[in-house]
């Protein structure tokens, strides 16, 4: 038996379809709401921002969704993504467990992001729109919107988390040679960045800054729009694209998991991985537990309320219900810089909520020595985030083997780790802590929470 495994779907096998999973919800999705009349939005609201097409999709009831030709042209680059069986890592662990990932790293920015960036730079085009502005923390959405905007012919504005746009000057190289203007941000480039630096000149940032910033510049001009690279329905359901091959894989494999992990930033690789099998068992398939793992210094679904909150730090969003930690709330610093949300994407906050998933908080040391165990067997050097799957797959793997059972565990492995080599060194060199989250921090940013009746 070869010790890594891998399971190919022919390109054939592409899927045609997303999967929509508010078309098997038992209860829907509660509505968006206006942050002024607090009224549930309609499409025309969202229209400054973003493209009907995506508007439309944002609030679908259609189980599966085609994807276009244009944008299955391009996932061919690099989809069917390979499903590996962890043979050597079970070996190490000496788990009766059968680990299996998904892995996302093979697309040309190096994770799961392309997978919406590519359909939202089309849609755009396909509207007409010349400009697209949008946020990144570490720099793994920027990049893949600037790919993908290179691709279509869009010209793409990155405002990027200043602490990362400073320390990670590779990932924003990256964007520039796909064509993309990165700016650091808070900036001197829009009110709600002016605002800020006014307040605190050397501010490091947060994503809900670089987020005001990004919908501002899309709310003033015609022919710009915004995109966001998690969170929205819209871009968990271009995600699931992962675990729609996945189940694919699995026939292959003859085999099904009883387990399903994946890390949660916003929330899209977890569902991207998790959805087709959570509507599968929706609609009368096996039961599957599936987790979401989250860093302890960023907890918003084990430690955030479930409220209606602004997306953003200066409340220019529409105001959605989500695990949140208050839209003001800034986690101390830790390597996983794509997990450093304060809110949890509506739909992944929903299930939860209904039971259909378990949420799990790890700090950041225990992630990066399940990260160096991984590239130690498997070879694959996972991205900061992705070490917090990795370490709820591990433990998961590990309880079977104390427990003396087999169970078949699935992981998405979301991304590389190749521009993160800082963490990798600082955490080699010992120099890795973990950072909690300030309670007095945490109830003050709640404390804000708008009201809503
Ligand atoms: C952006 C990112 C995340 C977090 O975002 P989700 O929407 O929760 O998936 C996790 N891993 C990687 C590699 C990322 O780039």
């Known amino acids: 038996m070869p010790d890594t495994i891998k399971y190919l779907l022919d390109e054939s096998r592409l899927p ?7 078309a098997d919800l038992p209860v829907p999705l509660p509505p968006v709401l206006h942050p002024g009349t607090k009224k549930p939005i309609g499409p025309d609201d969202l229209a400054p921002l973003f493209p009907m097409a995506l508007i439309a999709q944002e609030v679908s009831l259609e189980r599966e969704i085609e994807i276009p030709g244009p944008v299955r042209e391009i996932y061919r680059q690099w989809r069917p993504s390979p499903l590996f069986r962890a043979r050597r890592l079970e070996k190490a662990l000496q788990t009766p467990a059968r680990i299996y990932y998904k892995w996302e790293g093979v697309s040309p920015a190096g994770s799961h992001k392309p997978n919406t960036a590519v359909p939202q730079a089309f849609y755009n085009r396909e509207a007409g729109i010349r400009r697209i502005a949008t946020e990144t923390g570490a720099g793994q959405w920027g990049s893949s919107l600037a790919f993908a905007g290179a691709l279509f012919g869009i010209d793409v504005t990155v405002f990027m988390v200043r602490v990362s ?11 520039e040679t796909w064509g993309a203007r990165c700016i650091a941000s808070p900036s001197n480039e829009t009110d709600s960045g002016r605002a800020i630096l006014a307040q605190r000149a050397d501010h490091p940032g947060s994503l809900g800054i670089a987020i005001s910033e990004a919908v501002e510049v899309a709310a003033k001009s015609d022919e710009t729009k915004y995109a966001l690279g998690s969170v929205l329905n819209h871009v968990l359901m271009h995600q699931t694209v992962i675990g729609v091959e996945a189940i ?22 977890f569902a991207g991985i998790a959805f087709p099998f959570i509507g599968a068992q929706l609609r009368g398939g096996k039961k599957v537990k599936v987790i979401a793992v989250e860093p302890a210094a960023c907890p918003s ?21 989500m695990h949140t930690l208050g839209s003001t709330f800034t986690p101390p610093g830790f390597h996983a810089g794509g997990l450093r949300y304060h809110g949890m994407a509506p739909l992944v906050s929903h299930v939860q909520e209904l039971g259909l998933i378990e949420s799990k908080a790890y700090h950041q040391t225990t992630c990066f020595a399940a990260g160096l165990q991984f590239a130690r067997t498997e070879g694959i050097l996972p991205a900061p985030e992705a070490n917090h799957a990795v370490r709820g797959a591990i433990d998961e793997a590990i309880r079977c083997r104390e427990e003396g059972v087999s169970r078949s565990i699935l992981f998405n492995l979301c991304g590389h780790g190749h521009f993160d080599m800082q963490a990798y060194m600082d955490y080699n060199a010992g120099l890795l802590t973990d950072q909690s989250y300030s309670p007095e921090e945490l109830a003050l940013a709640l404390s804000g929470l708008p009201s809503v009746s």
């Open 16 to 22: 045609r379809t997303w999967y929509n999973i508010q």
């Open 165 to 175: 746009y400073n320390q990670k000057p590779y990932r924003r190289a990256l964007m």
């Open 301 to 321: 679904l084990t430690r955030g309320k479930y409220a209606y909150d602004f997306g953003d730090t200066s409340h220019l969003t529409p105001l959605v219900k």
């Open 248 to 269: 694919e894989q699995f026939e292959m494999a003859n085999d099904y998991p009883d387990i399903v992990v994946g890390c949660t930033g916003g929330g899209s690789n």
